[in-house]
């Protein structure tokens, strides 16, 4: 087991947890951004590359949207569109065997879960990628990932639960 791998993973799970219990998306947005950053960190001292490509493109993909949502504007769809394929071109080139796509499958997921406005679907998709990605993480040896995951699913869960009800209240 390598112990600087699961420290950037522990990292990485402080930031997506909070993360999740923000009502605000931008402070959502700047804590995915350094939870980002701590994966991939923790990816490529596992040589896990296809897990680092897809982490290297969502922290730039979070410092857009967070940047983004500062100016109070969308994202174009354009922009959605090169960060996909960024992620499927880079998957290509990191492809070692089919449970490398996984990350790339899951970054995809999650860059449309976090370039629409509805925190509801962010979350939702947030559960999608933690069940999905706990497959890979078990298999690359990130093993507080795996923890990261299941934080990650309740959190999700219990995000979209409060969203859910704040929403339910004001109607």
Not at 103 to 112: D, E, N, Q, R, S
Request: with cysteine; hydrophobic share 55%; aromatic share 18%.
């Amino acid at each position: 087991m390598n112990i600087l791998a699961q420290v950037f993973g522990f990292f990485a799970l402080i930031f997506l947890v909070i993360s999740y219990q923000q009502k605000n998306r931008i402070k959502f947005l700047d804590l995915q951004l350094l939870a980002n950053i701590f994966y991939c960190l923790q990816y490529l001292v596992l040589h896990a590359y296809s897990g680092v490509a897809s982490f290297l493109i969502s922290t730039i993909k979070m410092f857009i949207f967070h940047m983004d949502e500062k100016k109070n504007k969308s994202t174009s769809v354009f922009i959605l569109i090169f960060l996909e394929l960024s992620f499927i071109v880079l998957g290509i080139f990191t492809y070692e065997n089919l449970y490398s796509l996984i990350p790339i499958l899951g970054a995809c997921l999650f860059t449309y879960g976090a370039w629409q406005r509805n925190l509801k679907v962010t979350y939702f998709i947030g559960i999608l990628v933690a069940v999905i990605s706990n497959v890979y993480d078990i298999i690359v040896g990130a093993y507080v990932s795996v923890i990261s995951n299941l934080f990650e699913f309740l959190a999700s869960l219990i995000g979209f639960i409060r969203i859910f009800r704040v929403s339910n209240k004001d109607n």
